[in-house]
């Protein structure tokens, strides 16, 4: 099958050729990092679509996965797609023109689940991306098509490429297990689990805003908060404040689960690369069976527990802290508004992440 995709005129993306059967799809991936998206865009689905078998389809997939560069073309020999995630320098940009080198007319991917060119100064990786700024522009316009996680990211991209497939986040079952309520502690327990690159390393700035983190500090005693990976700077060493390290991508899930949880939070401030984020808390916090109070923009908007704004928020919190009933009636909400899109295993997704890379080329499954 690989040696019969072309590169096509993307204005005609509605008509799609039914890939025969029976056929092999093969792809070959170059990860951006084996932490976060490396693994939840392209390891696991990877581990998944090695593994699928249906008799019925009379199709099979083969998905490998490197973080450095084969520059040999007989490895490319029978590979439908190449992927290349986030690729960014002047030095992958240069693997990237050697790539189309020396397989020319193959399809060439660029895999991305952030907005690149909106970092907020305040995020750490700010200055090394928009250094990289004119690399990365090259990239995405050299590329046959592009992969991203939200309808947000790809309008903020369709002015470098038109060629663009939306391949939501979701979850390995695996890992996660089957969900069901699990918030019932009379003190509750409530978490905010996310990366370092949501707050600034030196003030207050970020994705928490001061009236918020004023009502942790006060309510230490109410509730028992828990921070997994980043925390404010001025709630860092806080004695009554439970704080744990980042996890790794195998054992997060596990975690998660044994810090029996009641609540989830996940504000963010209203900017545009936030928006372009995905709803991987909300995906998290329905797996392990609780509810999620989040802010009110993409890409949360219309989940049940989005809040306008930091006071809202806060009467959210202390609403469902009050009532398990309410904990329970929100999570049964958010689980029925996202369970089409929270595994992996389930409701065909797995094959429509590969139709998101067919599609480019004009094929689908």
Known sequence: MSNK????????????????????????Q????????GNIRVIFPSLLLNTYYNPEDKISF????????NPDPRSYEGV????????ATPQQLQVIKHFK?????KPMVYELDDDLFNIPKWNFAHSFYNENKESIIKILKSCTGITVSTLALKKSLLKY??????????????????TKFTSTNKKPRICYPGSFNHFDQNSDKGDFDKKLIQFISNTVDDYQWVFVGGIPKSLE???????????SVLEYPHFMQSLNIDIMLAPLDDNKFNACKSNIKALEATAIGIP????????YIGLPGCCDSTDYMIHQIQMLANDIDKREEMYTTQYKEIKHQLYWEENNNLLKYVDSFLKLVNRKL
Do not use: M
């Not at 083969?62 to 560069?69: A, W």
């Not at 999620?292 to 890409?299: E, H, K, Q, V």
């Open 5 to 28: 995709l072309k590169l096509v005129n993307t204005k005609k993306k509605e008509k799609y050729t039914i890939v025969r059967r029976p056929s092999k799809i093969t792809f070959k």
């Open 30 to 37: 170059y990860l951006a990092d084996q932490a976060g998206c």
């Open 62 to 69: 083969e998905s490998t996965y490197d973080t450095r560069y």
């Open 80 to 87: 439908s797609f190449v992927v290349f995630q986030r690729s």
């Open 101 to 105: 080198k020396i397989c020319p007319g």
């Open 161 to 178: 490429n038109k060629n663009i497939n939306i391949n939501p986040n979701h979850l390995p079952k695996f890992l996660w297990g089957d």
């Open 237 to 247: 060493g806080h004695p009554k404040i439970e704080r744990h390290g980042w996890q």
């Open 292 to 299: 999620l109070l989040c802010s009110n923009i993409d890409p």
